[in-house]
């Protein structure tokens, strides 16, 4: 994957100029993010539906976070989510959570509240885990720690393999791409990611139901 200097001076600016600003608990910029809406409904509840998967999101997710670590935008990502499950057969049910921003346990929360015991958990940036609800919170399905070699074909195959696990196949993992240079390249922008993130999260704060509409 190219790496672009410019985004990436650009987001890390960004980044310490929230950070500095003296400001916390609440985001800087809460305006929706562009080609998709989402509204909570309340304290997310339990699913009774087989045919549905749980996706978490983080508590920043296009509220103060609007693309993801190499700047795709979070619509998308959530557009090719709900398409490679629906090319399943199943449907996507959509939780916040704000009590974590760790993405093992926001998986595992999303499997427990799903009704077919799947669910799948994302932060802003873009890492990304498929959970399984009688699993360890520490163990999952497949895990994309890479965030940043993800693809939004990666992201709709994310999608279309936790629908296949719900239906109780054991599909072929994921392939991602591999770049060794990732990890040093983005490594000290992802710290600053997560702490700022994590600014966002309520740990008295039940998840959340959402609602979806995407334009």
């Known amino acids: 994957m190219q790496i672009n200097p410019e985004l990436l001076e650009k987001i890390v600016a960004e980044v310490l100029s ?34 549905e998967v749980v996706l978490a999101i983080s508590p920043a ?25 629906e090319e399943e057969g199943l449907k ?32 802003s940036r873009g890492t990304t885990v498929i959970h399984q609800r009688d699993l360890n919170p520490l163990a999952n399905l497949e895990l994309f720690p890479q965030c940043p070699v993800i693809d939004l074909p990666t992201y709709r195959a994310i999608g279309r393999n936790a629908a296949k696990y719900a239906k109780g196949e054991s599909p072929t993992p994921v392939p991602t791409n591999n770049d060794p240079m990732a990890r040093p390249r983005y490594q000290g922008l992802a710290a600053l990611l997560h702490n700022k993130e994590a600014s ?7 998840p959340q139901e959402l609602s979806v509409s995407f334009e």
């Open 18 to 51: 929230e950070m500095t600003s003296g400001a916390s608990g609440a985001p800087a910029d809460t305006a929706p993010v562009a080609g998709v809406s989402l509204t909570e409904k309340g304290k997310a509840s339990r699913g009774t539906d087989p045919k």
């Open 200 to 206: 966002f999260m309520d740990r008295g704060k039940a």
């Open 92 to 123: 996507i049910r959509v939780i916040r959570v704000y009590h974590t921003a760790d993405v093992a346990f926001m998986g595992h929360q999303a499997a427990k509240l799903s009704g077919s015991g799947i669910g799948i958990g994302i932060l």
């Open 61 to 85: 997710f296009t509220t103060s976070f609007k693309t993801n670590i190499t700047g795709i935008s979070l619509a998308d990502v959530l557009r090719q989510i709900f398409a490679g499950a």
